[in-house]
């Protein structure tokens, strides 16, 4: 892949712990175009070579620049802590040019956007899409705090700010998000829109389920995964060579590959971003990634090596 050299033009703390970085091409070229909830990859600078999945939160028509917002995850594995610490105004970074796995419906007439956190920022882009072409919608954000609420400013000055609200679950400042209300009337019409953290995303789309939202209506990207990794030891069978691995019981399958010399491309190594996505053969997978749709996983021809494990004790896959 032809991966974009980009200069960081501007890097601005938008609240405790998250930083955007606005992306100009070292070229000073127009940028390739990208659709609203569309991200890069971006290579992280460093020893480690971490390649991070950001969401763009400008808008599409905006052709000159990429702007990402970066939370610090302090528990991660220091992909974000090098965005914070190493990567500064003035630095070229170099990134994928934009991938959508997370594309607004194209007959969208109305929508709901609910965002938990971090998770605001591809839903900025969707929100100024909608705006443009006129399709009625409502935008509703919820954060820890005031302080680790991004963006806000920006949408307080949108000619949309009418349509957008604001929760905190730091209720001495505000009122935390009620899903429960927001979600109480499904409307056919809709799609909802949703974009947080793993346990975020898990209440909403439990409370669309049961308040009867269809699952074509309900879209969402998660904004990481915390990856369980522990469960029982299992045969994983290569179908191509014939080979058996062992995956152990703490092991990622993606290691136990790694150890026999086989490498899967991978990118956010947390179910996130669909990198590493292998056919399977026969088995039941045990899908613990983000990426797949309930009916994907349903049919257990595919699966996340990097997250997944096996309910069967062979998996037989396509490598
Ligand atoms: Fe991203 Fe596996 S590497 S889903």
Redesign the pocket.
Known sequence: MNLLSMRVLRKTNEADGICSFELIAESGEELPAFTAGAHLDVQIPGPENFVRQYSLANSPADRKRYLIGVLLDASGRGGSRSMHERVNEGDLLRVSPPKNHFPLVPDTRSALILAGGIGVTPLLAMAEELHRNHVSFDFHYAARSVARMAFRERLEKSPYRERVHFYLDDQSSGQPLNLTTILSTPDPGVHLYICGPRGFLDAAIGVAHASGWSEAQIHFEAFSNQVQEAGDAFDLRLARSERIIRVGSNEPV?HALSRNGIEV?????????????TRVISGIPDHR?M?LTQQERERNDQF????SRSRSSILVVDL
């Open positions: 993606i491309p991978t990118s956010c190594e947390q179910g996130v971003c669909g990198t590493c996505l990634d990426y996340l090596p990097c997250c």
